[in-house]
Nanobody, 114 residues
Framework: QVQVVESGGGLVQPGGSLRLSCVASGSFVSIYDMGWYRQAPGKQRELVAEITRGGSANYADSVKGRFTISRDNAENTVYLQMNSLKPEDTAIYSC????????WGHGTQVTVSS
């Protein structure tokens, strides 16, 4: 069994920052890719950022320069530092961990509003 649990969402004003965390636990040897997707109401789910075990990262164009993904392999944890947040960043952010399959968390709500 593998569990993926996100934390760190909340309400923030435009221009503010949030840091999301995601921990994978259970029976496995190592995690390949980890990353974050988001889905806003009425919109399709989109990739926000992903990172390989070796630390190579990929970002959506809409978040480049504002968001930073990082991971701690020893702790099976991935982080998403979100700066200069905009109202259009409002969404449910879901984390995944690719092991032998892709495992998903339940998501955490991020709301950017004044």
């Amino acid at each position: 069994q593998v569990q993926v649990v996100e934390s760190g969402g909340g309400l923030v004003q435009p221009g503010g920052s949030l840091r999301l965390s995601c921990v994978a636990s259970g029976s496995f040897v190592s995690i390949y890719d980890m990353g974050w997707y988001r889905q806003a109401p009425g919109k399709q789910r989109e990739l926000v950022a992903e990172i390989t075990r070796g630390g190579s990262a990929n970002y959506a164009d809409s978040v480049k320069g504002r968001f930073t993904i990082s991971r701690d392999n020893a702790e099976n944890t991935v982080y998403l530092q979100m700066n200069s947040l905009k109202p259009e960043d409002t969404a449910i952010y879901s984390c995944y961990a690719r092991i032998q399959y892709v495992y998903w968390g339940h998501g955490t709500q991020v709301t950017v509003s004044s």
